[in-house]
Structure formats: structure tokens, C-alpha cells
């Protein structure tokens, strides 16, 4: 299954780079580019798109307002060089936020994430209960056994690993990579090269922290619009 997109963006450099990155994605077909949202109204009026590539900063029109003009938008993800846009982009659903210049890799992980929106309805089961909800570490020369439900956030420290429960926090030998891949993605967030937090345990957003209780974890600049994708997407409530 190929996703048919648009780039709409007054850029010609962002443009062309755009079209390089589609190019090298083989579910990805470029239906068009234009450097007008108004100019994109009649193929979204009259072709299949489920995809955009959407600047926010245009003349004439916003990239922000042109998608609340749309009465059934395609899938969106914003390229943007203004960071300060990432809330309200999420507010309005978007796949992903680009803040340019961004890399492939970048580039690649948003659109993994809108071919596996498109391929999987809303409605999608949640994984199988029966699938084990905790792990062992070793810690004080015993076996611990810790509940993803009791991890408030995981932090690197050198050689060692902290986690951060309800009760209590663990140091154990252990590497950060480790810990990492083995909690479920659907239930942590990396916010920095050294944090992980738990999605529920997550209090606010303040600026670049997470508030947590009394911690305050930060959020690198790198993963911050991960974080706001997974934390706030389609959980943001409006008037």
C-alpha cells in the first residue's frame, strides 16, 4: 500500500529535500508540491491524498490554518522551523512535527508512524492481558521484581541504572539500553539520553520537564517532539 502525498510549502530547498526523502521511500508517491496551501485545495478536493507535508509559516495563509479550513483532512505531518508551533500542531491531530532542518532518520520515523496509522484502525485491540506486566532486576544482592504500574521514570547513572518506583528507588548494574528495550514503547517515553518516563505517572509539562510528583525530569531538545506526540496526541483537550 503506497501513501499518495502533497508538499505544500513556499520553500524551494525544503521542497526539494522533501521530494529526495520521498523519493527513497518505496510506500510513499508524490502526487504534487505547491508553495500555496490555496493552491493544493483543488487535488485535495478532487484526488486521494493521505498524506501532507504541511509548512506552517506561509503567505497568505498558514499551514495551521489551512488544515482547520480542510472538513476531512488527510493524515498531516508539519515541517516547520518554529518549534514554538509543536502544541497546537498536536491539538490538531498531526502525525508528527519536523522541526527543520531535519535528517532522514527523522524523516523516516514520522512516516513509519503515518503508514501504521493508515494501516491500523482506531479501534485496534490493546495487547493481550495475558502478556507479563512486570520484570526482575537485581538489586542489594537480591531479586526485585518491579511493576511497569509502580515505575514513576528510569535514570541513567554512569555504570548503573536508577528506577524510580512509588516506594522506593533501585540502583541496579545495568545498562541504560537495556532497560530501555524491554519496557513496552505503548507505556514509557525517552524524554533525554538519560531519562525514561512512565506515560501515566507523567503530571505536566513545564517548559523542557516533565513534572513527576516532586521530580522534575528533563526533556532534550532531540526528543522533545516525540514527547509531545505521544503524550498529547489525541489526548488534548479543546474548547
Not at 523519493?23 to 508540491?33: I, R
Not at 493481550?128 to 506486566?133: A, G, I, K, L, V
Amino acid at each position: 500500500m503506497k501513501l499518495r502525498c502533497l508538499i505544500i510549502d513556499d520553500e524551494p530547498l525544503a521542497r526539494k529535500g522533501l521530494k529526495e526523502y520521498i523519493h527513497d521511500v518505496d510506500f510513499l508517491e508524490l502526487a504534487g508540491e505547491f508553495d500555496n496551501p490555496l493552491r493544493a485545495s483543488e487535488v485535495l478536493m478532487n484526488q486521494q491524498i493521505d498524506l501532507l507535508f504541511l509548512d506552517i509559516q506561509m503567505p497568505r495563509m498558514t499551514g495551521m490554518e489551512f488544515l482547520k479550513s480542510l472538513s476531512h483532512p488527510p493524515m498531516v505531518i508539519f515541517t516547520t522551523a518554529y518549534p514554538q508551533y509543536a502544541v497546537e500542531g498536536f491539538e490538531l491531530h498531526a502525525i508528527d512535527y519536523l522541526l527543520k532542518p531535519f535528517s532522514f532518520e527523522r524523516f523516516w520515523k514520522a512516516v513509519l508512524r503515518a503508514r501504521s496509522q493508515k494501516e491500523q484502525p482506531a479501534s485496534a485491540q490493546a495487547p493481550s492481558s495475558t502478556e507479563p506486566d512486570y520484570f526482575f532486576i537485581k538489586c542489594d544482592n537480591k531479586l526485585v521484581k518491579i511493576s511497569y504500574d509502580e515505575i514513576l521514570f528510569v535514570e541513567a547513572l554512569q555504570n548503573y541504572v536508577a528506577v524510580h518506583t512509588v516506594e522506593k528507588k533501585y540502583i541496579t548494574y545495568l545498562t541504560f539500553r537495556s532497560i530501555e528495550e524491554h519496557l513496552p514503547a505503548s507505556r514509557f517515553i525517552r524524554t533525554h539520553k538519560s531519562f525514561i518516563v512512565s506515560a501515566a505517572r507523567v503530571e505536566s509539562i513545564e517548559g523542557n520537564d516533565i513534572r513527576i510528583g516532586r521530580h522534575q525530569i528533563p526533556i532534550s531538545r532531540s526528543e522533545r517532539e516525540n514527547v509531545l506526540q505521544q503524550l498529547l496526541q489525541n489526548r488534548l483537550l479543546k474548547r
